[in-house]
T-cell receptor, first 116, second 115 residues
């Protein structure tokens, strides 16, 4: 069964600090996809990254970076030099083909507060 | 990127009425569409998966007769909340999976308030 755990419910940092959001997943499939989404107060999900299970290469995009470790089933997200505009809820998600078809489930989310 | 629209973005209705929410993939064909529900400060919970032309598959605990899903074409799925009650108030988000690229795109959500 699929499961995504985001143990950090809320994180509060001061602007310019680095912050890492943790994500641990469970799956029986060898083929799956991992995602991070940002949800600002407006509610609309903003896609940040997608990773397939065969690509463990870490990725950097501006101030964002992702660390995918299959050995620990983790897909952590780091924001470097955080800014107030980074304040939002961040969701980690897992997609895989299941007996009922393709399915994406979300972690509980981590609410990030960046203070000026 | 591909665009998924939802209509309406907000709806307020009286208890006992039915509300229909539309989800459209604007520039791609979606073989599969998904409906999620999000309570305040909670995560997105998958309600059902619908494939074009067939019945929706509901997640455990989701009432089929309460949440009617229709996926009549490759670009449109509708969710009807029947006989809505205040506990149905929530943020409903649809998602569509591209038939070709197999990527999933999310709509902007519909905020339902039942008085």
């Amino acid at each position: 069964a699929q499961k995504v755990t985001q143990a950090q419910t809320e994180i509060s940092v001061v602007e310019k600090e680095d912050v890492t959001l943790d994500c641990v997943y469970e799956t029986r499939d060898t083929t799956y996809y991992l995602f991070w989404y940002k949800q600002p107060p407006s509610g609309e999900l903003v896609f940040l990254i997608r990773r397939n299970s065969f690509d463990e290469q870490n990725e950097i995009s501006g101030r964002y970076s992702w660390n995918f470790q299959k050995s620990t089933s983790s897909f952590n997200f780091t924001i470097t030099a955080s800014q107030v505009v980074d304040s939002a809820v961040y969701f980690c998600a897992l997609s895989e083909e299941s007996t009922g078809g393709f399915k994406t489930i979300f972690g509980a989310g981590t609410r990030l507060f960046v203070k000026a | 990127g591909a665009v998924v629209s939802q209509h309406p973005s907000r709806v307020i209705c009286k208890s006992g009425t039915s509300v229909k929410i539309e989800c459209r993939s604007l520039d791609f064909q979606a073989t599969t569409m998904f409906w999620y529900r999000q309570f305040p400060k909670k995560s997105l919970m998958l309600m059902a998966t619908s494939n074009e032309g067939s019945k929706a598959t509901y997640e455990q605990g989701v009432e089929k007769d309460k949440f009617l899903i229709n996926h009549a074409s490759l670009t449109l799925s509708t969710l009807t909340v029947t006989s809505a009650h205040p506990e149905d108030s929530s943020f409903y988000i649809c998602s569509a999976r591209d038939r070709i690229a197999h990527e999933q795109f999310f709509g902007p959500g519909t905020r339902l308030t039942v008085l």
